[in-house]
Each structure stands twice: as structure tokens, then as C-alpha cells.
């Protein structure tokens, strides 16, 4: 009876250095680079602002920017010029701004929480959810308020993630950042197929057409002012609960040993995550890659304090989709490039160069 106390007490004694190695490894490691990052914000800021008001004067048609200026400023709805800003433009840019900064965040709070390099809600599945159940929406319920559609979306976003989670369960050894982007992709693969024959076999393939390439070109302020509170509550909620991801990106033995209560928080962030991609998907559609990509430049550029990382990625993601959007309007006018395929061109080779580094653990 002494050895097996003596064994059980080592054991729970070499445990309870583990965690405190862990706690002492974390302090230099959540230590991150305040400077930069509030420089990286300010900045970022500054130059999206910029580049929001440059877009507004871009379009079939060029307005001058001091126009773009009296109309946002001094709005005059007998003039034409103005009413293309204010109508037409203004919520398509806010609308970009608004998806890439709920893109980025939601990526960053899944590599964070999972500690999965690959995660992002394109990869992960969310998006193909979120958009089948939009096609689901139209099929069937045609006559579904905005609202009505955004909800249906997360629920959708819900129901992908599960299948994703479960797939790449199946096999033993835990949820290995691979086995779920495989995942991932079969999902995304299978939801995608499925709402293409839906759209086909239902003939409403024309009004969720925008889902499937992703683009903002349909953006109204009614669909602001619906989805705006959504993300906004969203963005802060990740900014509330970054702390928490930095202890939860350590390892669960180590935010536990820390005080934090882990499944609360995972609730919590999986809840943020879901609000931000639906609500994203329900105005952009598929759009990929933004939340893989901008984490991963934050985690560069100011270190591994998700305190930092979660304003520094929403500034980038919203100057990411504005560019892009901005892109698409300029790279072959009158017509307009789909800005997934446009993010994609810089997406798709930052994957593979993650995925190479992972693929050894597999």
C-alpha cells in the first residue's frame, strides 16, 4: 500500500509540476509586443480608412473624392453622384470591412483555442454549412425575413462543425490539426454539392449564386442594419474573452492550472466563432482563407498574447476584404472578379506551406 500511495503520489506530484513548468513557460511566452501591436492598429486603421474612401470613389463609374466627401459628410439625395456613394457603395465597403474583420477574428480565436495552425472557418467547414443552409432557406422557405436567414445560417455553421468534430474523432489520437482540415474539406466538399443540387433541382441557383463565389456586390443597408449588431456584439465578446484564448492556446492542463474554467470558455468561444462566420457567410458567402491567413501575420508581428492578436486581425482582415473588393472592381471593369477567387491567390499557397509543416505529425 505504501508503494502504490508513494507511485500515485509521484505521479500526481510529476502532474503538478508539469502544470507549474507550464505556468512559468507561460509568462515569457504571453508577454507579446504592445508597441508594435498598437502601432499595427493605429496604422491599420488610418491606411483602411483610406482605402475605404478610395473605394468609394472606384466603380463603373470614377466620383471624384471630394464628392465621396460632401456625400458622406453633407449628404444631398438630388445629386447622383451621391446617391451612388451613400446607396450603393458605402454598405458594400462597410459591409467588406465588417466580414473581414468577423473572418479574421473567428480564425483566430479557432487556432487559439484548438491550438490548430490549419483552423479557419473556410477549412474548418462553417462556411459550406452556413451557405447550405442558406440554399436550404431558399428551396424551401423563400419567403424568410434577413433576420430569419441569419439565424438559420449559424445554425447551419452549427451543424458542419459537428459534422467535422465528429468525423475527425472517429479515428483515435485526438483532433490532430490534419485529420481536421481532411475533415474539414470532405464536409465542405459534401455541403457545397449539396447545395449546388438543391439550387439546380429547385431553380433558385441564380439568387444564391453571389454565396457561391463570394462578393459583397449585393450589400444593402438593410442587411447592415441587421447584421451589423450581430458581429459588433460578436467582436467585442472575442475581445472580452482574448485573455482567455492566450491561457487556452498554452494547453488545457495549463489554463487549468491557471484558474480558468475550459469548458466555459470553450462554449463560449465556439458560440463567437459560429455568430461571426454565419452572420459573415449570410452577406459574402464563401469567402475562404481570410481567417487562416491573418492570424497568422498578427501571431508574427506581435507574439502570442491574443490580446493583441484579436484588434490587430480584425484591423488586417477588414483591410484585407476591402482591397479585395476593391480588386474586384478594378481588375477587368464593367465586370466584377469574385473576391473569394482573389484572397484564394494568396490563401491557397499560404496553406500549403502550413500544411507542409504539418504533415509529418500525421
Known amino acids: ?18 502544470v507549474d513548468s507550464g505556468i512559468k513557460a507561460a509568462r515569457p511566452r504571453l508577454s507579446g509586443h504592445p508597441r508594435i501591436a498598437l502601432a499595427l492598429i493605429g496604422g491599420g486603421a488610418v491606411v483602411l480608412v483610406a482605402t475605404m474612401a ?19 459628410f453633407s449628404f444631398d439625395p438630388s445629386q447622383l453622384q ?23 477574428v473567428a480564425g483566430a480565436i479557432m487556432q487559439g483555442t484548438t491550438r490548430n495552425p490549419l483552423a479557419d472557418s473556410g477549412i474548418m467547414g ?66 457545397a454539392a449539396l447545395a449546388q443540387g438543391i ?16 462578393g459583397v456586390a449585393g450589400s444593402n443597408w438593410e442587411q447592415l442594419r441587421i447584421m451589423a449588431p450581430f458581429v459588433l456584439l460578436a467582436l467585442l465578446a472575442a475581445l472580452a474573452l482574448s485573455r482567455s484564448v492566450s491561457l487556452l492556446s498554452l494547453g488545457e492542463d ?8 475550459t469548458l466555459a470558455v470553450s462554449v463560449l468561444c465556439a458560440v463567437v466563432v459560429l455568430v461571426l462566420a454565419g452572420a459573415s457567410v449570410a452577406v459574402v458567402g464563401a469567402v475562404g ?19 493583441w492578436i484579436i484588434p490587430v486581425s480584425a484591423v488586417l482582415g477588414a483591410l484585407l476584404v476591402v482591397l479585395a473588393d476593391l480588386g474586384a472592381r478594378m481588375l477587368n471593369p464593367p465586370f466584377e472578379t469574385p473576391i473569394g ?14 500544411a507542409r509543416k504539418q504533415k509529418r505529425a500525421l
Open 199 to 214: 439550387a439546380l433541382y429547385f431553380d433558385v441557383a441564380q439568387d444564391i449564386m453571389f454565396w457561391t463565389t463570394g
Open 82 to 104: 451621391h446617391q451612388v456613394v451613400i446607396d450603393l457603395r458605402l454598405p458594400r465597403v462597410l459591409a467588406s470591412a465588417l466580414v473581414g474583420a468577423s473572418f479574421a
Open 54 to 72: 478610395f473605394s468609394l470613389s472606384q466603380g463603373s463609374s470614377s466620383v471624384p473624392l471630394q464628392t465621396v466627401l460632401d456625400a458622406v
Open 254 to 261: 495549463v489554463a487549468r492550472g491557471l484558474g480558468l474554467n
Open 341 to 354: 477567387a482573389l484572397i484564394a491567390l494568396i490563401g491557397v499557397p499560404f496553406f500549403l506551406y502550413l
Open 126 to 191: 462553417l462556411n459550406a454549412g452556413a451557405g447550405f443552409a442558406i440554399a436550404v432557406c431558399y428551396a424551401f422557405f423563400p419567403g424568410l425575413s434577413y433576420l430569419s436567414l441569419i439565424l438559420m445560417s449559424f445554425l447551419g455553421a452549427a451543424m458542419s462543425t459537428g459534422l467535422v468534430m465528429g468525423i475527425a474523432s472517429l479515428r483515435g489520437g485526438g483532433n490532430h490539426p490534419m485529420r481536421m482540415v481532411l475533415a474539414g474539406a470532405a464536409v465542405s466538399a459534401l455541403l
Open 1 to 18: 500500500m505504501r508503494k502504490a500511495g508513494g507511485a500515485a503520489a509521484s505521479s500526481g506530484g510529476g502532474a503538478a509540476e508539469s
Open 289 to 307: 482563407f481570410v481567417g487562416l491567413v491573418i492570424p497568422h501575420l498578427a501571431r508574427f508581428a506581435v507574439g502570442m498574447d491574443y490580446r
